[in-house]
């Protein structure tokens, strides 16, 4: 018998790679130029200089109080750094072109993910919990089923549709309630220190922090470089 009957994982850079494409960026920079250029004189570089900032208003907003702001926010956020206000209209066609630019110009999966997450799928139920930013969770499903791996999940979870984002405790309660799963037959995998062995760890979890840094300081049970080494990892939580 298992002791593991779940397996969670992140998204970002445990499953696919992030990265801010710059192809991808200009694409979004230029749309919201032409739009704003109906309000104001702003240039290419006033837009990405507000684009950046907006974002890292974002992060501040996370690591104060877990929760992840939906685009239509971001764009609330850049539009007043710009000193504008857009209409609802102008926010809606800005966030669909948002969605667009990721479906368009896909981020690129981890080395062996679809790989192990197939073979993990036939001993283990699956689960996946994201933080989500500008690109939210229909789209990212969008790009999991394109990738050939949604398949593999029997829920996810996206915090903008959840409101609060990992490390909450609303996240892994959502996760364990709905498999009705104790939180020791659990391990959550992920990239992030702070986001998933943090948050996974208070709520009961093991752990997996996947990452590339041998010296990375972590509370994680385990740590792995590469996906393949799950399975190996998951032996030793055996009964």
Known sequence: MMKIKLI???????LIIYNKNS??????????LEIIKHYKDVTYEDVENAYEEAYNELDR?????????????????????????????????????????????PPGLMKGAK?????????YTLALISNTGITIGDTLRKILKMKGILKNFSLTLFSNETIYGKPHPVVFEKLLNYFNVSPENVIHIGDNEYADI?????????????????N??????????????IPEKLKVLYL
């Open 23 to 32: 192809i991808r960026k200009k694409m979004r920079i230029n749309y919201i």
């Open 115 to 123: 790989k192990i997450l197939d073979e993990l799928s036939k001993k």
């Open 8 to 14: 969670s994982f992140d998204l970002w850079n445990t």
């Open 198 to 214: 943090v948050g996974a760890k208070n709520a009961g979890m093991y752990t997996i922090l996947f990452t590339k840094n041998k």
């Open 61 to 105: 907003i996370w690591m104060m109080s877990s929760r992840t702001p939906p685009p239509e926010e971001y764009l609330e956020i850049l539009g007043s750094i710009l000193g504008i206000k857009f209409s609802s209209r102008e926010i809606k066609d800005i966030t669909d072109f948002i969605q667009k630019t990721v479906t368009d110009i």
């Open 216 to 229: 990375e300081k972590t509370t994680a049970d385990f740590t792995i470089k590469s996906l393949y080494e």
